[in-house]
């Protein structure tokens, strides 16, 4: 029964962890705005703060299912979905990098109680690196769907 337990708790950490980075990817790209006010600017150094632990959970939970807790790291290694979705992971992850150093230099003016200056093309710049984040996000679960069902498996 342990097992199962361990299993199921890696399984949910994993799940959880996937939807609080598509949660915060979401309400990043909604809080996004040029001229943020000060509640707005640290909301969304915050929101990042969560999409970062939060993806850090997620690729931590995702190795001990590979490694532990999953249906063998044969099972997943040897599926060409499972690496299309470590990729799409990876990008997302790279992509997450400028937003995230944009917004830990905002927090540099929020510490002196000033606002980060920022610019409608900065707007639309950050705009497009979370949309594709998103994109990519969005399209995880269904090489996951398609991979639990051996889809892409070689043949037996």
């Avoid at 980075?21 to 705005?33: I, N, Q, S, T, W």
């Avoid at 915050?46 to 939970?61: K, R």
């Avoid at 040897?78 to 927090?107: C, D, E």
Wanted: with cysteine.
């Amino acid at each position: 029964m342990p097992e199962i337990v361990n299993n199921a708790g890696i399984a949910y950490v994993h799940y959880l962890s996937f939807m609080v980075c598509f949660a915060a990817l979401v309400l990043e790209r909604k809080l996004l705005k040029t001229s943020p006010n000060r509640g707005e600017a640290t909301a969304m150094v915050i929101t990042d703060i969560v999409y970062g632990v939060a993806g850090l959970a997620l690729l931590i939970s995702g190795i001990l299912r590979v490694l532990y807790f999953g249906q063998g790291s044969d099972f997943y290694t040897q599926n060409p979905l499972f690496w299309w979705k470590v990729g799409v992971f990876i990008v997302a992850g790279t992509l997450s990098l400028y937003p995230t150093v944009t917004y830990i230099l905002w927090a540099i003016p929020l510490r002196k109680g000033e606002l980060p200056e920022v610019s409608s093309s900065l707007v639309t710049r950050l705009g497009w690196f979370i949309n594709i984040e998103i994109v990519g996000f969005a399209f995880i679960p269904l090489l996951a769907t398609l991979m639990a069902r051996g889809v892409g498996l070689p043949s037996q």
